[in-house]
């Protein structure tokens, strides 16, 4: 009977200690990455703001069947849903199975003449739950690399395009 209480004891006060240091991590998580290029502002608009082009640059919709629906695309088990566009922005949704969803928002700043930086930002919030804070801490490795990777394919793809103003 010691010994089950001592294993009860120890086990609430190990849940305790890792919950309280997940407390110290942040409940909102960005992760972003930018690129410069040399194009137009129409250019990048209809890559980024169009989920219809999103697989002339994209790495995983180029080798995953891809189901578009009423500016949402679904991807696996990933859901990517448009939010809104501006001159110089747009925004979605991202949502992965088991995760908190994404705000994925792409700018793009105009530096000077055909020159503009290409900003590209996953903003996640999270609850208190522990498993969902530690999870964070993986959001700037794999998430960073493959922003960085997908955002050289974009520079590549509106380089070589040369049919679009």
């Known amino acids: 009977m010691r010994l089950v ?5 120890s086990l609430f ?3 305790l200690l890792i919950t309280g240091i997940s407390a110290l991590f942040p409940s ?6 930018a690129v410069e290029v040399n194009t137009t502002p129409q250019k990048i608009a209809y890559y980024v703001a169009d989920l219809n082009h999103w697989n002339q640059w994209m790495s ?17 088990s990933q859901r990517v849903q448009f ?14 199975t088991g995760q908190a969803p994404y705000l994925v928002q792409f700018e793009w700043i105009h530096l000077n003449d055909n020159t503009y930086v290409i900003h590209w930002s996953f903003e996640q919030h999270v609850k208190w ?4 804070k530690f999870q964070t801490l993986l959001n700037e490795k ?3 690399y493959k922003m960085e990777a997908e955002l050289a394919n974009l520079n590549v793809a509106l380089l070589s395009d040369t049919t679009h103003p």
Not at 60 to 76: C, E, L, P
């Open 5 to 9: 209480k001592l294993v009860f004891i």
């Open 13 to 15: 006060i190990l849940g």
């Open 28 to 33: 909102t998580v960005i992760v972003s990455r």
């Open 60 to 76: 995983d919709w180029k080798q995953n069947k891809v189901t578009m629906s009423n500016n949402i695309a679904s991807i696996g």
């Open 83 to 96: 939010l809104d566009k501006n001159d110089s922005s747009v925004r979605y949704q991202w949502v992965a």
């Open 129 to 132: 739950y522990p498993w969902e």
């Open 142 to 144: 794999l998430l960073g």
